[in-house]
């Protein structure tokens, strides 16, 4: 799996053409050695919207024993789902926010967050999209979610805490949540990040 997922980061990377990645809703900050605060230590989160006002996401690398039907059991669409609960971040953990995996949302206004993955915390929705036949392939549950002030991500990643990479939903819905770290941080020299200033600059090995 390893081999696999490191292959597909470099297609992405080489795709863009060697052109810096800028935080945006629907990409991955990865943790740097840099980050000193120890709740994101080796943490992958998905931008789950950045804009002036700040930024949100949730880590996509964090699962933990947790069943989510026990976790939310007031939740119908989680009655026979056997995934974990993520912990999402460390903003509201007793709230719930879902990834899903979807080809086809029939009517429902959903705009992906990337490739074919939308996110909601609607549970009368994700009963309707998905009923009870939800599994760890097309449903992602999480409790919390992390959360920036209006410029403040943008300074961490200046201060080299963040890489940011393009997201697919091969990495956000890997089958080896606790390997996507390493993975996404092993081909370092080959990374460009983004700095506050907007100029591409390599990352150091």
Same mark, same amino acid.
Do not use: C
């Given at each position: 799996m390893m081999k696999s997922t490191a292959a597909l980061l470099l297609i992405l990377l080489n795709a863009s053409a060697a052109v810096a990645q800028s935080p945006a809703t629907g990409a991955l900050l990865v943790a740097t050695d840099e980050l $000193? *605060?120890? $709740?994101?230590?080796?943490?992958?989160? %998905? %931008? %789950?919207?950045? /804009?002036? *006002? /700040?930024? %949100? /996401?949730v880590a996509v690398n964090r699962p933990t024993w947790v069943e989510a039907a026990d976790a939310f059991s007031d939740m119908p669409f989680l009655d026979e789902y056997t995934g974990n609960v993520y912990m999402g971040g460390p903003l509201a953990p007793a709230n719930l926010v879902t990834l899903i995996r979807l080809s086809d949302i029939g009517d429902h206004e959903l705009e992906p967050i990337v490739d074919d993955i939308y996110v909601s915390a609607d549970p009368i929705l994700l009963n309707e999209l998905l009923g009870t036949a939800g599994t760890e392939q097309t449903l992602r549950v999480y409790a919390g979610h992390a959360g920036w002030d209006a410029g403040q991500l943008d300074r961490e990643i200046a201060a080299g805490s963040w890489q940011v990479l393009p997201a697919s939903a091969e990495f956000v819905f890997t089958d080896d949540p606790l390997e996507l770290w390493v993975e996404l941080r092993a081909p370092q020299s080959e990374l460009m990040v983004y700095r506050a200033d907007d100029r591409p600059r390599l990352a150091s090995p």
């Amino acid at each position: 799996m390893m081999k696999s997922t490191a292959a597909l980061l470099l297609i992405l990377l080489n795709a863009s053409a060697a052109v810096a990645q800028s935080p945006a809703t629907g990409a991955l900050l990865v943790a740097t050695d840099e980050l $000193r *605060d120890p $709740r994101f230590s080796e943490t992958v989160i %998905l %931008l %789950l919207h950045y /804009g002036t *006002d /700040g930024a %949100l /996401g949730v880590a996509v690398n964090r699962p933990t024993w947790v069943e989510a039907a026990d976790a939310f059991s007031d939740m119908p669409f989680l009655d026979e789902y056997t995934g974990n609960v993520y912990m999402g971040g460390p903003l509201a953990p007793a709230n719930l926010v879902t990834l899903i995996r979807l080809s086809d949302i029939g009517d429902h206004e959903l705009e992906p967050i990337v490739d074919d993955i939308y996110v909601s915390a609607d549970p009368i929705l994700l009963n309707e999209l998905l009923g009870t036949a939800g599994t760890e392939q097309t449903l992602r549950v999480y409790a919390g979610h992390a959360g920036w002030d209006a410029g403040q991500l943008d300074r961490e990643i200046a201060a080299g805490s963040w890489q940011v990479l393009p997201a697919s939903a091969e990495f956000v819905f890997t089958d080896d949540p606790l390997e996507l770290w390493v993975e996404l941080r092993a081909p370092q020299s080959e990374l460009m990040v983004y700095r506050a200033d907007d100029r591409p600059r390599l990352a150091s090995p």
